[in-house]
Structures are given as structure tokens and as C-alpha cells.
């Protein structure tokens, strides 16, 4: 079993609604503030990153000297995107690489959609795409970046992306007053579900979420009996990567425990990017700095990481120091002495 603990905080702490975007590159190297980082040497690159919506096989995106947007190939040659209008939703965590096309949200009122990366056209929006209460369809989208499985899952049910033609096919429907928060795939191809009773979810009220495994029918096989919620589920190489209000728990497919690793301090992260290696994982917080958690042997060597406890509590973080308190100045001599 590997030994699981934070191994270093990057960025520098600013106000609570800035977020960093963190965009995974590879095994070991993320961009982010416009620098790449090396995190098995814990430090960024020289020089400025310009690209962005980066695939983990070293295709990216960046702006022509038009202001259009471009894929950009490991080569360093470029391929227009011919969008119908200019993008004006296009963020990180809304662009998808599937094999030879990008699935994005460009538009905030629109069908998400598809872009043949090869040639640059249009494949079409996205058909049979459901809307939610919110002003957009905003879905939780799991990508295993296996360059072929694409899953959005809402409050209704869970689509599979055909990126091919642009269509969605359902594969999974919200059991009886209950409604899907988010998804993952297990190894073992069953679905990892948090589920959230339909009045709670009138009400966003998230203490009664679940985190539930149901296979290809929607037949219940696990339920997690543990953790604090509001949870977040992710896949973590061949386990399950849980976050929870006391930090981060490494589960197998049957929802059991193996591994808790508590948070560096009591800041509840708002997202979480699990890295290709299985071993590792991004935690991006309130503010515009970040974390990289996992197995203590991927650390730089001036992380100074160590294992986590399981029965350990979060730990806190230093107490700013208070400046020293200024010295009384000398009297001066009254005068006529």
C-alpha cells in the first residue's frame, strides 16, 4: 500500500474568490499562472506558457494572430478552429479532447460543442442534451482521458458523448426521487454516483448526499456508510478518489476505505484533479493557490512531505507571526540639566 500525504503548496494566497485554473500536461507537470510547473521537482519552468485547453498528449490550444483559436500539435503546427461565432464560455474544465475532437461549452445558452481537432470544422452541437434549472446546462463531466469515454452526468441521468456525431446517448437514469450530482467510473466499469434525495436538491441542502455504486442497470452495489459530506468523487487510477468536509479518502470499488489523507489546513478545496499517474492529485482551493497531494515517494525533495495518519486530524495552518513590538524610545534629558 502507498503512503499518501501532501507534498507541496504552490501559488500565494490571495482573496477567497480568486481560483487558479490548473490544467494537467502529463504525468508530473500542470500549467498554471501561465507558468509550467515540474512537480516531481517542485518548481515552475523558465520561460511563459501561452497555450491553454491542453490534452494530456501534448495537443493544446492558443490564439492566431487573427484572435481566433487554434489547436496546437506536439510539432508546433497549427490547426484554425472554425467556430460559428467567437466562444464566449470557453474556460478551463469546459474544453474536452476525445481522440481526434474537442467537446467544449462555448456558449452559455447553447448545446455544448464538437470540433474535428484534425482538420478544424465543425462536427455539430451536441443533440439530445437535457437543460437544468440553472441559467445553462453546466453538467459534471467525467473524462478517464483514455481519448474515447466522455460521460456528463445531471441531475436526471448520465449521457454518454459520441463525439463522432455529436450526440448523446443515455446510459443511466436517477433512480426515483433522487437526483446525480456528479460521476465516475469504477475500474471494474460501475458507476460511482453522488446522489442527492430530489427536496434536497429544491432546497441545496447537501447534507444527505450519498456516494452510491450502481452497475450498467442502475442496480445498487455499494453505499458509503462513512464520511462527512459535502463529498466530491473522482477516479484515481484504478481506485476512487473521495473528498469529504475532513479531508481526502482513498476508496476501492466497494466504497471501503483504504487511505484518509487530511487537508494541509482547514481551507475546503472547491475542486480536485486527479493526475494520469493513479498517484496523485491537484487540489485548487478558494484562493489562487493549489496543492499537490499522493504518494509521498512522487515529492520533490524539498517537499518535506510525510505519510498521512488515517486517524489524524486536519492540520492547521502556521499562525502568521506578530511583528516584533517596537522598543520605548530613550527619554531625552529635560532641559537646564
Known amino acids: 500500500m502507498n503512503a499518501y500525504g ?3 503548496r504552490y501559488g500565494v494566497r490571495k482573496k477567497k474568490d480568486e481560483v487558479t485554473d490548473v490544467e494537467v500536461r502529463g504525468d508530473g507537470v500542470v500549467s498554471a499562472s ?9 518548481e515552475a519552468k523558465k520561460g511563459w506558457e501561452r497555450s491553454f485547453y491542453a490534452s494530456g498528449d501534448g495537443r493544446a490550444c492558443a490564439y492566431g494572430e487573427d484572435g481566433g483559436l487554434a489547436v496546437v500539435r506536439s510539432d508546433g503546427s497549427r490547426v484554425p478552429l472554425a467556430f460559428p461565432e467567437p466562444p464566449s464560455a470557453l474556460k ?28 478544424g470544422a465543425v462536427v455539430g452541437r451536441l443533440t439530445a442534451q437535457r437543460k437544468d434549472t440553472s441559467i445553462g446546462y453546466c453538467p459534471s463531466v467525467f473524462d478517464p482521458h483514455d481519448g474515447a469515454t466522455l460521460l ?3 441531475r436526471e441521468g448520465v449521457q454518454r458523448v459520441r463525439a463522432s456525431d455529436a450526440k448523446l446517448e443515455d446510459v443511466l437514469a436517477a433512480p426515483d ?7 465516475a467510473i469504477t475500474g471494474g466499469g460501475d458507476f460511482v454516483l453522488l446522489e442527492r434525495p430530489t427536496k434536497a436538491d429544491a432546497e441545496f441542502d447537501t447534507s444527505q448526499d450519498a456516494v452510491v455504486v450502481r452497475d450498467a442497470r442502475g442496480r445498487e452495489k455499494a453505499r458509503l456508510t462513512s464520511g462527512r459530506p459535502p463529498f466530491q468523487v473522482k477516479r484515481l487510477g484504478e481506485r476512487i478518489l473521495l473528498t469529504d468536509a475532513a479531508g481526502f479518502a482513498i476508496l476501492d ?5 483504504l487511505i484518509r489523507v487530511p487537508f ?20 485548487i482551493g478558494g484562493f489562487s493557490q493549489w496543492d499537490h497531494y499522493g504518494d509521498v515517494a512522487l515529492g520533490s525533495a524539498s517537499s518535506g512531505a510525510a505519510p498521512a495518519k488515517t486517524k489524524s486530524a486536519p492540520a492547521k495552518s502556521a499562525p502568521a507571526k ?4 517596537k522598543k520605548p524610545a530613550a527619554k531625552k534629558p529635560a532641559k537646564g540639566r
Open 6 to 8: 501532501h507534498l507541496k
Open 264 to 283: 494541509v489546513d482547514d481551507d475546503t478545496f472547491a475542486r480536485t484533479i486527479p493526475l494520469p499517474s493513479g498517484r496523485e492529485w491537484i487540489a
Open 322 to 325: 506578530k511583528p516584533a513590538a
Open 177 to 183: 426521487g433522487i437526483r446525480l450530482v456528479a460521476c
Open 92 to 119: 478551463s474544465g469546459g474544453v474536452f479532447w476525445v481522440g481526434d475532437f474537442i467537446v467544449a461549452r462555448d456558449h452559455y445558452a447553447k448545446p455544448w460543442i464538437v470540433m474535428n481537432a484534425q482538420t
Open 152 to 154: 456528463f452526468c445531471d
Open 253 to 257: 470499488d466497494g466504497l471501503c476505505e
Open 34 to 42: 501561465g507558468k509550467l510547473w515540474d512537480l516531481r521537482a517542485g
